[in-house]
């Protein structure tokens, strides 16, 4: 069985930090492209910051690029997103995600999040005063 569990949400000031961690279990963690995407209520799930683990190709999406960092660790299979210098916008339930059908970052960020194989229950982030 194929696990994703999610950690590091919770609450911050804007301006504040958080990292998150996404574990992965039950497939070749080098054979994956990874990413992070989030959902706001009432708005459509969206792509934030992709990886190609094998290469280490990354995506960002405009709003992450400078603010958000995507990074893999091959020794506990994880992934992980440093989130800098947060929006009030940022508040969202971040999910990752996971495929072993798309070669690069910018294909798992563009794919419909239907389509896409593995998913994580989510972690909440709240972003206000």
């Known amino acids: 069985e194929v696990r994703l569990v999610e950690s590091g949400g919770g609450s911050v000031q804007p301006g504040g930090s958080l990292t998150l961690s996404c574990v992965i279990s039950?497939?070749?963690?080098?054979?994956?492209?990874v990413g992070w995407f989030r959902q706001a209520p009432g708005k459509e799930r969206e792509a934030v910051a992709c990886?190609?683990?094998?290469?280490?190709?990354?995506w960002y999406s405009n709003s992450a690029r400078g603010r958000l960092t995507i990074s893999s660790d091959k020794t506990t299979n994880s992934v992980t997103l440093q989130m800098n210098n947060l929006d009030p916008d940022d508040t969202a339930s971040y999910y990752c995600?996971?495929?072993?059908?798309?070669?690069?970052?910018?294909?798992?960020?563009?794919?419909?999040?239907?389509?896409?194989?593995?998913w994580g229950l989510g972690t909440q982030v709240i972003v206000s005063s």
């Open positions: 990886i190609a683990i094998s290469g280490g190709e990354k």
């Open positions: 995600a996971a495929d072993g059908n798309y070669d690069s970052a910018l294909g798992l960020a563009l794919v419909h999040p239907k389509w896409v194989s593995y």
């Open positions: 039950g497939f070749p963690f080098e054979k994956l492209t």
